[in-house]
Structure formats: structure tokens, C-alpha cells
């Protein structure tokens, strides 16, 4: 009992550590496998940039046979791939460590008999050699047969590998995580989150009288003669590389049935250590709570079709698609929930369900299974709580972006801080959208389409990316969402608010790292008074005395750096002139920058206007803060010719000539 303890203890001070600085965190870690040796594997990284070879295929189906000796901490198998080639190939490449041999593979064009081919294993890649050109829409299938020692970890779930070990009466269990690494940490795949099989074929033999269990549903078991046994499962929806996997061990289940909001009775198993029987029990009926809560704000488990279940495992614990890996021994923390088991649960959703096609955007997985923890908060204990559990996690100031547009493997998608700065941004869109179309949007993100509720076919699991959510809350809103996407997931920075007191307004201005205008209201209290200041276009002033005491987002609403009044900086401009600059280039041809300084917080309009006097272009027409304005304008639109451009505050005026070529 003691290492479960210490395991538990162990975790919460890693995740608190990985939280904080993930970055530190992985590095600590690297250094922990150096020491070990193991470092040929830290490097493996899975996404990244997909090879041109693997973008040429479209997995279909995995078929995984593999006997785990527990003698030589060895396994030895076969891996059956069947893809459909998009583009024309001449080989197939799949992606396996080069810790294992592999002895022969098969290959077979469409329905031909698989027979031997050459192949190549190099450097982590496995080159399959095709018997003739395979070109689009034909079906390339391979056989692996490979064996060999799966890298060795005793830091699951953030290091890959295997955990081999002892059970409290001396019998093996070996269990596996390789969310960072890949799949083919233990198995040739195709190790990139952008592509699925439809469906996995899986086949475990392992020594009597240990237990197999794993994704998707119970096929068979076959015992054999020499003291083995085989579990065969089949998984029916698409599925990531890094969630298939297996736990092996001594279990007692526990079996239950949960009714489901569309009205399904979903088979509810618990492979649960002997020790923690009980204690498992009691938590069967707050864990049925947490699945409400879950379907409530997500719509319906998606995986019902095949099971929900929960291995009790040796790590804290991993989203393992319909079989999550747990190993929190169901103590509540102080907010008063499992976490680990309502995280990984949030993962069905926020993981599986919706799977982030590119490492870059792991927020959707993190950050919204993070924010989910919050959200629970707040249905058992009320706002305040929520309040206090969102400002737990508040993410530290940021250099780079939550979700950059580049390709970028796991290593570097959790360096984004993806768990507090995603749930954070989510708490931000909260506020931004109002609660009524933010839970819409957040059901609708899982399931666009209510028919995918009692779906079975694995047609409700999508591939998605910041952009398709970005376009899929606009749809669902029917507002522009993407000045708010820009700031909070590309931009590096948190958007800054600033703020200027005159006489009997206080005018307010968000600033974003690459000038972006954010139509993000501000929560104020004035005097005691709650307010809400209307931003358009980056700005938006309150009507109350210059002197009034203010706390700005006193709810800490906003992911912002800290509000700063502007004092100094305003100052620089008082007592000079308004100014009108000329336009440059001039002539122009696109496009064209206009630049102007106001000494005060006035009312400043801009206009373009052509030779016959009429107003072909409101550049703006608004309150300004004191401050040089370079605003660059559109002509595309317009006829080449001789046009005016007005700058207007109160009784001054004054214009300028453009010319368009
Ligand atoms: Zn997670």
C-alpha cells in the first residue's frame, strides 16, 4: 500500500509541476531517462510534420496480435495495417521504435494474398516495400511480424513505455501509456494524431491467471496448454494511436449499467484491484453524477455502443478511449471530486470524441477536459467555488501562443501550457459569448450534428482544429468570432487593457500584440457600482467621475495582463496639436497607411471621399484615446483617381489629397 501512496503523492506534486511549467517538467523528466539510458526513446516525438509518404495513405484498419513474456519483459507479434493509398506509393511507411526486430512482412495489393516482401526498419521507421505501385483508391495491407523489449518506464503516463511489475501477491501486471511518444512505442502504426483506423482488431496472450483488458468489447478468451491465455477486444470507432492499449493484471470487476441521456443502457465495468473493492463500490454512484454532468454539458457518452469502463492501473491515469486508466485509489480531492477520474473521463468527450489533428492544437483536449473540472466545481459547490478553482489554475504570462499555426508534435503542443491556458481562454469565451450560447457551443463542438447522439458507427469521432472550431462557433452564434480567436489562440500575449480618467468618463482600450481590435466588454465596479463597459473596435468608455474607484474584471473574467492606467503615456501627447499626416505610398495602388495624432479623448472620424465630394469610406468613426494612429487602408475597391481623405474632432478638420493609381 505504500508505493500507492507514494505514487499518488508523487503525481500530484508532478501535475502540479507540469502545470506550472510543462516545459521544466518534460526536461526533468528527460533528464531522469538519460540517467536510465533511455534516451533514444524521449527523442521519438509523435506528429510533428507529416512524411510525404504517410500524407499518400488512409489507415482503415490495425489488427494487433501480441504474447507478453513476463520472464524476459519481452513481446513478440504481429501487426496487421490495411490502408487505402490516396496518392500513389511504392512503399508503405509505418512508424516503430527500433528497440524491436522485425522478422518478416507480408504485403497484399486490394484482395491479393499477402506474401513476403523486403522492408527496411531505420531510425524509428519502418519502409515496406509494395510488390508494384499502389495507386489512389487501392488497398494496401501489411503484415509486421516483430518482437522485441518495449522501453521501460516507471514515470507513466508522461514518460512512454512499459511499467512492469509485481502484484501484492507476486504475480506480474504490465500496463502502457505512450500519449507523448506514440503508439509505436510497442507497435508498428502510422504515429500521427491526423489519422484514425475505423476500427482495431486487438489479441493479448498472457501467463494464467492474469487478465487481459482493453479497448472497445470483449470478443473471447481462449486458455492454452502452456499456461496462457488469450483476450481478444475489437474496438468499432475510430481511434488514436496512442489510446490502444492494454491492462494486465489481477482484477475483480465490478459491473454495472448506466442509463444515458438518449435513453441507452451502457455496460458500466470497473476492473478494480482486490484491495480497493470496496472503496470502488461506494464510488460507483458519485462517479454516475460526474457521467450526468458530463453528458449534460456534452451530449451523450460517445462510446456507448462499446462500454464505459475504468481500469484500476499503476499510474495516475490516461484518456484510453472506453477503457481509462486510473489509478487515483477514488480519494476526492479538496474541491470535493475525483479529478483524476473526472478528467480522464472529460477526455471521452474532449480527446476521443473530438481529437486535435495536430499537437498544436492539444488545448481542445486539455483545456477544455481542465475547464470541465471547473464546470463540476461549480454544479456541486456553487459559482464562488467555480470562481475559485478557475483563479486556482490561472496560467502565468506567456511567450508563445496557445494554439500556433504550425505542425508541432506532442513535446511541443504541451509546451503551449495547454491545461491552464486552455480552461482559462475557455472561461474568457464563457464570458465573451454569454452563458446560454457558450454551453450551446459547447455542445455543439462535440456533436454538431444531433442525429451522431445514439450514433454506432463511429461517424460522431472528428478530426478538428482551432480553425474548424472557430468557423463552427460562428455558424452556431452567428457573430465574428475571429478577432477573439486571433488574440487568445495565435497571438502570444494576453491582451492588455488600458485605461485613461478624464473629468467625467473613464475611457478604456484593449491592446493586442499585433494590433488586433477586440471587441471584448469589460466588467467594471465604480464606486460600488457594477458595469459593463461596451468595447467596439478595442475601445469603450463608462460615464462616471474621472476619480470614481475602479475595479476592472473584479470576477477575473478576462485573461488579460494586468489593467495600467494610462498616465505617463497619455501625457506625451497632451497639449500637442491634432495632426493629419499624408498618406504613404502616395500614389498608391492596394493599399495605403494614414497617420494622425489626437491630444485628448475625443470623438475622431476619418473619411475618404471622392472628387465629386461624395463619402466612399468610413475608416472610423469613434472615440479614441490620446495617441498617433497609423491606420492602413483597403483600396482595392476603388477607381483610380484623385480622392480626399477628412479627419474630424469636434470643430477641427482637416483633409488631404490621395491619389489611386
Ligand atoms: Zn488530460
Sequence with gaps: MYWSFLMRTTYETIKDKLMKSKNGFYRLISVAFFL??????????SGGVLSPRQAAYDVNFYDLEIAFDFETKTIEGSLLCRAKVIDPIDSLELDLRRTYDVDSVLCALNNNTLSAVGFRHESGKLMINIPEDATSDQVVTVKVFYGGAPPLTSGLPWSSGFDWNTTFNGIGYV????????????????????????????????????????????????????????????????????NVTFYIDEFVLIEDKYSSVIGDSIPFYFWVRPSHYDRAMEMMEPYKEEFDFLESIGGPYPFGHEKHAFAHCHYPGMEHQSIIAYGSNFALNSWGFDYIHLHELAHEWWGNLL??????????????????????????????????????????SSTVPLAPRQELTTDEGYDLNPYYRGAAVMHTLRYY??????????????????????????????????????????????????????????EAWYPKIYYTRYESEIAFEWRTQTGVLLDLNIPVVANGVEYTVEMVDGFGSLPVPGDAELVIDPNKWLLDKTPEELVGLNQQFVGKGYKLEQNYPNPADNRTTIKLTIPKYEHVSLKIYNSLGKEVLSVFDRKLMPNTYETTVDLTQFEPGIYYYIMQVNEFADTKRLMIR
Design 36 to 45: 536510465t539510458f533511455l534516451v533514444p526513446n524521449v527523442s521519438s516525438q
Design 355 to 396: 481529437t486535435a489533428k495536430n499537437w498544436a492544437d492539444v488545448w481542445i483536449h486539455e483545456g477544455i477536459a481542465t475547464y470541465t473540472e471547473a464546470l463540476y466545481v461549480e454544479h456541486i459547490a456553487g459559482i464562488d467555488r467555480y470562481f475559485d478553482y478557475v483563479h486556482n489554475i490561472w496560467p502565468s
Design 433 to 490: 459569448l454569454g452563458d446560454e450560447e457558450f454551453f450551446n457551443v459547447l455542445k455543439h463542438w462535440a456533436y454538431p450534428d444531433t442525429t451522431d447522439y445514439d450514433n454506432t458507427n463511429g461517424r460522431q469521432c472528428r478530426l478538428v482544429t482551432t480553425d474548424d472550431l472557430l468557423a463552427q462557433t460562428e455558424d452556431i452564434t452567428g457573430r465574428d468570432m475571429d478577432a477573439f480567436f486571433e488574440v487568445f489562440f495565435r
Design 175 to 242: 500496463g502502457v501509456a505512450c500519449e507523448m511518444d506514440g503508439g509505436d512505442v510497442w507497435w508498428p502504426c502510422k504515429d500521427h494524431p491526423s489519422d484514425e483506423p475505423d476500427s482495431v482488431a486487438l489479441s493479448f496472450t498472457v501467463p494464467q491467471p492474469l487478465e487481459c483488458v482493453s479497448n472497445g468489447v470483449f470478443v473471447d478468451s481462449l486458455h492454452h496448454g502452456d499456461s496462457t491465455t488469450t483476450f481478444r477486444w475489437f474496438v468499432s470507432s475510430p481511434i488514436n494511436n496512442y
